[in-house]
């Protein structure tokens, strides 16, 4: 087997195991806190969020000191590391005795991760180029199945083991696939360029990729998309019990729901992303930002809860063309020897988004709203679309030279 494809089939299922690790605690985090001494159900909710969140804050301050690092020693290495560090962590959650333990280890957690961007970056630096969709889209596959699996059998295993076995069981899973990704995957890395790039400091090293007028514009794009689709996500629960109302089964359909956008989007990411390969990324990016933009519109006016699941599935198909694109213009766009650094800021970019958009999503239905969150959400994506067309449109593709953006 090639070794580009042998490194796709590995970090799928790294992918896999990551996400699904990160998301398993969704069912059950509130009740886990619980456990500890926190039974008013008020202070157990904002533990939660806290926790929840702590991940995505550490992971947007240290994703581009990793994609340094990456850029020195190797993709692989930082594979490795993030891959055993969070298998650690994982495993230390299920000896925590306090919130302020799961808090401490999430923070540590987001600090040591890097599995996806490094994942992405070993991907696009030894995949053909005219194989470089469908791989960006198959490697998003496995990170959406992951995210969609995650909480699913998270709830089942709570049930079956109780919440300390499965940060252990979690633990030992992520180790044996970071073991086999040590066994099995191969970098063509040149240790030469490394050396001409790794005298830059982080903020050279933005400074330097800023000047590619594309990137900047990409990494706002993946701000923008993580945005629009996460300031409804915490929503969505609510907008199901408004249109269903019927309190047995809130849970069920809300569920559905959440996981339906992921279904589609998995489904469709290989396929957009072959497709791409054809046509071009940026045409497919174009696509995808104005079909979302049109398929989130009807989420403004559904009435029952089977028009909602049918907007979400055909609103999840076209997302699955978005970041599979956006990382396939990345490696387009940036010189060979900073691919490590290029993902990672686009990561952290994605942790912001992942971020501010329930923040604020939260702040904007209170004033218009959950529909009003829908209706901002399908601007925002195509004011994305314009912005796209112009960034892109106005400056050829970046010739793949470190030294040619040097001062």
């Given at each position: ?6 490194n796709l089939?590995?970090l799928w299922f790294?992918?896999f195991l990551v ?12 009740l ?5 001494g926190?039974t008013?159900?008020?202070d ?5 969020g806290i ?6 804050l ?5 994703q581009?000191l990793?994609?340094k690092?990456?850029?020195m ?14 298998a ?9 005795t306090a919130p302020?333990h799961?808090l401490?280890l999430r923070?540590?957690n987001g600090?040591?991760?890097g ?16 194989h470089m969709?469908?791989a960006?889209?198959l490697?998003?596959?496995?990170a959406?199945a ?8 998270g709830?089942?295993?709570a049930?079956?083991i109780g919440?300390?076995?499965i ?9 044996a696939a970071t ?12 240790k030469?360029?490394a050396m001409?790039?790794?005298s ?5 090293g933005?400074k330097?990729?800023r ?9 706002g794009?993946?701000?923008m998309?993580?945005f629009?689709l ?7 629960p609510?907008?199901?019990?408004e249109l269903q ?10 569920g ?6 992921g279904?589609s ?9 072959r497709l791409?390969d ?10 995808s930002?104005?079909?979302a933009?049109?398929t989130y519109?009807?989420q403004?006016f ?7 699941l ?6 999840g198909m076209?997302v699955?063309?978005l ?10 766009h ?5 691919e490590?650094?290029?993902?990672s800021f686009?990561?952290s970019?994605?942790a912001l988004g992942n971020?501010?958009?329930p923040?604020l999503g939260?702040?904007v239905a209170?004033w218009?709203?959950i529909r009003?969150v829908?209706a901002?959400?399908a601007v925002?994506l195509?004011?994305n679309?314009?912005w ?7 400056h050829p ?6 030294n040619?953006?040097?001062?």
């Amino acid at each position: 087997m090639q070794h580009w494809k042998l490194n796709l089939i590995v970090l799928w299922f790294g992918q896999f195991l990551v996400m699904s690790g990160m998301t398993m605690i969704i069912p059950f985090l509130p009740l886990y806190i619980q456990e500890f001494g926190v039974t008013n159900p008020d202070d157990a909710a904002v533990w939660a969020g806290i926790i929840f969140a702590a991940n995505f804050l550490t992971a947007f301050l240290f994703q581009p000191l990793w994609g340094k690092v990456a850029d020195m020693y190797g993709r692989k290495l930082m594979i490795l590391r993030s891959g055993f560090g969070m298998a650690i962590v994982m495993t230390l959650m299920g000896f925590s005795t306090a919130p302020w333990h799961l808090l401490l280890l999430r923070l540590l957690n987001g600090m040591i991760s890097g599995f996806m961007p490094a994942a992405t970056s070993l991907v696009s630096a030894n995949t053909p180029k005219e194989h470089m969709g469908f791989a960006m889209g198959l490697l998003q596959s496995g990170a959406i199945a992951g995210t969609i699996m995650g909480p699913f059998i998270g709830g089942l295993m709570a049930e079956w083991i109780g919440f300390r076995a499965i940060f252990y069981i979690t633990g030992t899973l992520l180790f044996a696939a970071t073991l086999v990704a040590w066994i099995f995957l191969r970098e063509d890395f040149n240790k030469k360029r490394a050396m001409a790039s790794s005298s830059l400091s982080i903020a050279a090293g933005y400074k330097q990729l800023r000047r590619i007028p594309q990137l900047p514009a990409l990494f706002g794009v993946t701000f923008m998309i993580q945005f629009s689709l996460l300031s409804s996500m915490p929503l969505l629960p609510l907008f199901v019990q408004e249109l269903q109302g019927d309190a047995e089964r809130i849970a069920l359909y809300a569920g559905l729901v959440g996981s339906v956008t992921g279904l589609s989007n998995m489904l469709a990411s290989p396929i957009l992303g072959r497709l791409g390969d054809r046509i071009g990324s940026e045409r497919i990016l174009k696509i995808s930002l104005f079909g979302a933009a049109i398929t989130y519109v009807p989420q403004i006016f559904v009435e029952n809860i089977w028009q909602l699941l049918a907007a979400r599935f055909f609103f999840g198909m076209f997302v699955g063309g978005l970041i599979p694109s956006v990382n396939s213009l990345i490696r387009n766009h940036t010189p060979e020897g900073m691919e490590g650094r290029a993902f990672s800021f686009n990561t952290s970019f994605l942790a912001l988004g992942n971020m501010v958009g329930p923040t604020l999503g939260g702040i904007v239905a209170v004033w218009l709203s959950i529909r009003g969150v829908f209706a901002i959400g399908a601007v925002m994506l195509l004011l994305n679309a314009w912005w796209v067309h112009q960034k892109l449109r106005a400056h050829p593709p970046h010739s793949h030279n470190l030294n040619e953006t040097r001062p």
